[in-house]
Every structure is written in C-alpha cells, then in structure tokens.
T-cell receptor, first 118, second 110 residues
Framework: EAGVAQSPRYKIIEKRQSVAFWCNPI?????LYWYQQILGQGPKLLIQ????????DSQLPKDRFSAERLKGVDSTLKIQPAKLEDSAVYLC????????????????FGSGTQLSVL | EDQVTQSPEALRLQEGESSSLNCSYT??????LFWYRQDPGKGPEFLFT???AGEEKEKERLKATLTKKESFLHITAPKPEDSATYLC???????????FGTGTKLQVIP
C-alpha cells in the first residue's frame, strides 16, 4: 500500500516570499489533514478536508495561508507572504472517513516538508 | 478549552529499564485517545487507539492504558530502537478534529 506522498521535502525561502506544498493521500482516504509542527512541539492542525469540503480550518491563519483539495484527492497548502515564524515541518495526513460520529482512528502521515524562512 | 499535556518532556533510560509516559487530557467528552511514535525526519506513526476508561492495548514492549483523566504508555525492557518521540492525541465527541500533545522524547541507551 503506497503511503502519503508529500513534496518538496525541504524548502528554504526568504520572508515575504510565497511557497506551496503538495500532498497526495492514500488512495481511497476521504479525509485529508494539514498539520504544522514547530521544532519541539506536537503537530497543530491547520485544516481538515473531507472529500472536497473543509471540516475544520479554525487554526489556519487565513490572511496568509490557503489550502485546496482538488477533486477530493490531491491537496496543496500555500503560504503568501511567509513570515519567520512559519518555519516548521508541514505534515499531511489522511484517514478513512467513517463519518462525523465515528473515531478517525488511524491517521497516516507523510514525511513532511521542512520549511525554513530566512 | 480542550487540552492535552504530556510528561515528561524528555526521558533517558538504560536498555532494559522499564518506565511510563503520561498523557493527561481535559476534554468535554472523549471519543478516542491515540498514541503515535515519531522518528526524526518522519511523520508520526500510529500505535494505539483507546476509547474508554479501563481499556488496555499492547504491542511488543509497549502497553497503553486509559483512565478518565489520563493515559499511560508503559515501556517494558526498552531497546535502543524504541528511541523516538511519543505523541498522544485526542478526538473529542462531536468533532472530527484530532489534537496532539507536545510529545515525550525517549532515548534508550545501550
């Protein structure tokens, strides 16, 4: 079974530049998540999709971050303009969707994109 | 506000020295509590899901337990390959969001 694919693996940009990350979830997984993990901290949910729709984006800084999920499969996360505090690992995860009344159980994570903003 | 707190932040053990990691949570209603393992440079890897107080699950040298306020990850006779960061996460009733704690970094010395 192929895992969650993410690219690029590393990205270095200067502040105020823009950057985009790509994620391809496990085939058949309806739910897709983007997490931000700052060094030494646990992952923080930025946005959660169920198929094409957004389930939760309450912690997404919408003035600079945007995300979309194309045709309920691949997803991109964009930052524009980037700030120094955006330096982190951006993790994509996916899970089988059993509906809002069920436990999501396993989240399958990609290896992440490590972003450095200089 | 829902909170997940893990302790200790870091733990150093000798090979074979058993210990426990703690995850305390404050949520309005627990749907599930999860344990993940994260190796450097990789995404978290699922270990266990616990649903109700009193439940226990085991995998090799790891055993997870759950009470109404906290969960423990017991590591019996650890080996160097158990070195990793262990993350606890919760899902609240009525929501699909999964919230992670800050993790415990475990180092097992040969």
């Amino acid at each position: 079974e192929a895992g969650v694919a993410q690219s690029p693996r590393y990205k270095i940009i200067e502040k105020r530049q823009s950057v985009a990350f790509w994620c391809n979830p496990i085939s058949g997984h309806a739910t897709l998540y983007w997490y931000q993990q700052i060094l030494g901290q646990g992952p923080k949910l930025l946005i959660q999709f169920q198929n094409n729709g957004v389930v939760d984006d309450s912690q997404l800084p919408k003035d600079r971050f945007s995300a979309e999920r194309l045709k309920g499969v691949d997803s991109t996360l964009k930052i524009q303009p980037a700030k120094l505090e955006d330096s982190a690992v951006y993790l994509c995860a996916s899970s089988l969707d059993r509906g809002k009344d069920h436990t999501n159980e396993k989240l399958f994570f990609g290896s992440g994109t490590q972003l450095s903003v200089l | 506000e829902d909170q997940v707190t893990q302790s200790p932040e870091a733990l150093r053990l000798q090979e074979g020295e058993s210990s426990s990691l703690n995850c305390s949570y404050t949520v309005s209603g627990l749907r599930g509590l999860f344990w993940y393992r994260q190796d450097p440079g990789k995404g978290p890897e699922f270990l266990f899901t616990l649903y109700s107080a009193g439940e226990e699950k085991e995998k090799e040298r790891l055993k997870a337990t759950l009470t109404k306020k906290e969960s423990f990850l017991h590591i019996t006779a650890p080996k160097p390959e158990d070195s990793a960061t262990y993350l606890c996460a919760v899902q609240v009733l009525g929501y699909q969001k999964v919230t992670f704690g800050t993790g415990t970094k475990l180092q097992v010395i040969p």
